[in-house]
């Protein structure tokens, strides 16, 4: 180990002490526009991406394939964290950049004899618990003793902070951001992510098996924060939470304004959105993945993200994080997440989500072969402290990665909204409707109710698209979107006029994030609201939070096969 170590370059770190945020230093510069240079990709693949760069230029598929490539970690960003004020940026005192060493491998899964189990937290033994709390202590140790060992606690807080909040430029376009949010890699980088960060534990306790409790926060049983992590004295706990939701609160996978109070409602809510997230809103694999996100492409957008990444997943950052705070850390913004040991037992369900979505029966594939998705790569520090590559087509099955999980029950995939017994009077409802040639562009300051023409009559499959929304990326953003509703009941989520909503955890954005178009699929709400042969509807936008930071270019309804 010690010449592996000292082929690192040290880098100033993030403190190792919880602070509130608020004593963090800040420094202020003025914000800049950054542009991608032109480049030729068939040579960047060939020259910058090793082995995983390489790959996607054979025979028979696509002639410029442009995978993500592994970012240059020498290049790191080191004032990469940062928010605005206003229109200036706000540089936070915080370093996100790994050690550096310029041994890299290409990783090769090693072979599986008994897969690790990964358990539901608020199920877990003393005897578990101890020993997961062994292990982050250990690696809180580190931070103390080794600084720059990538296995500390701060250090593998630091990986989530430099892949989502901007130190990295893609290889090859300058001054373009490297995002693995709110795109088709959300998933796959987050799995590579845990996969390491569970064997790091086990490295560090002298257990192999050990595996990485998943917080269970779609079934009601474990809607609570997991007993393991609020306790003050636990290497467990995080003082940078939100502290009305310690237990007995029940977390909100969605979120209103006002809050919903009612348990029984909360949990309503909760499970018709994993419904939504997982079935119901879900017909093609895109539509829970992701957008496609190619090497030279901006950095994606919320609108751009899976069914799943922008609900329960987004849903539950922001009711962790603290609201106290000036940037909702620790897990309420991507540059902090990764402080809050709660985080990854979050991810853990939301990787467990993967699994259990990859096994619905569907009418559709859940397959994307796409050379750009599956050649996607990304650069991470094993448990043995080498820096190696990997790529999303060696993760898409876990099992070959030597992990499953515990069984839970799901609830809420018999959750699907009862079903209008008589259609609403389309024409009455329209009358305090507007046009969208009159209302749009619009900023999302207040409720609006706008009367959409449909391109057919009836239950056709249909998709509503919210086009060219533009969001300030360093605010929390909510809205929810509604059909045909009378009652205006904005805080039940389970009823058949509900379509879905829009959350966006905020993140640094160094260059300027595309307008997005935000696709939400009719089909089964058509069927829910019972729509009869009407040929528009009327779309009632919600502002939750942080509207008035929301621009909407315009509302329209295509057939899904042109979405």
Sequence with gaps: MASLQSSFTARPTIPTTRIPPSQLAVT????????????????????????YGATSLV?????????????????????????????????????CCPPYTDVQTDYKLPRVTKPRVRPAAHRISKEYQAKYELAIKKMRELDVTDPDDPRGFTQQANIHCAYCNGPYDQIGFPGIDLQVHNSWIFFAFHRWY??????????????????????????????????????????????????????????????????????????????????????????????????PYSAGNA????????????????????????????????????????????????????DRMWTIWKDIPADYSKDIEDADFKDAAFMFYDEKKNLVRVKVADCLDHRKMGYKYEHSDTPWMAYRPAQRAVPVDIKKLSK?????????????????????????????????????????STKLIRFDVFVNDEDDKPQELDRAEYLGGFTQVPHRARAQESASDLRLNLKELYENINIGDDDSIVVTIIPHINGDEVTIGGI??????AA
């Design 59 to 95: 025979p028979g598929q696509k002639a410029e394939a442009s995978p993500i490539l592994p970012p240059d970690l020498s290049t790191c960003d080191p004032k990469g964290a940062w928010t605005t004020k206003g229109s200036e940026v706000v540089v936070l005192d915080v370093n």
């Design 432 to 472: 305090n409707a507007n046009r969208p040639d009159k209302l749009f562009p619009l900023k999302l300051n207040k409720t609006v109710r706008v009367l959409v023409p449909k391109p057919s009559k009836g239950a056709a499959d249909e998709v509503l698209v919210l086009e060219k929304i533009v969001a300030d």
């Design 299 to 350: 950095p994606p957008a919320r609108a751009s993200g899976g069914s799943s990444e922008g609900g329960s997943h987004a849903g539950v950052h922001v009711w962790t994080g603290n609201p106290n705070n000036s940037n909702r850390e620790d897990m309420g913004n991507f540059y902090s997440a990764g402080r809050d040991p709660l985080f990854y037992s979050h991810h853990a369900n939301v």
């Design 194 to 291: 845990l996969y390491f960060y569970e064997r790091i534990m086990g490295e560090l306790i002298g257990d192999p098996t050990f595996a990485l409790p998943y917080w269970n926060w779609d079934n009601p049983r474990g809607m609570q924060m997991p007993p393991a992590f609020d306790n003050e004295k636990s290497p467990l706990w995080d003082i940078n939470r939100d502290p009305t939701h310690r237990p007995p609160a029940l977390v909100t996978l969605t979120i209103t304004n006002p809050p919903v109070t009612d348990p029984v409602q909360i949990v309503a809510n909760n499970l018709t959105q994993m419904y939504k997230e997982m079935i119901g809103d879900v017909e093609s694999a895109i539509d829970f993945m992701g957008d």
């Design 28 to 51: 202020k510069r003025s914000v800049v526009s950054c542009s991608g240079g032109g480049v030729d990709r068939r040579n960047m693949l060939l020259g910058l991406g090793g082995l």
């Design 556 to 561: 329209k309804i295509i057939p899904r096969v």
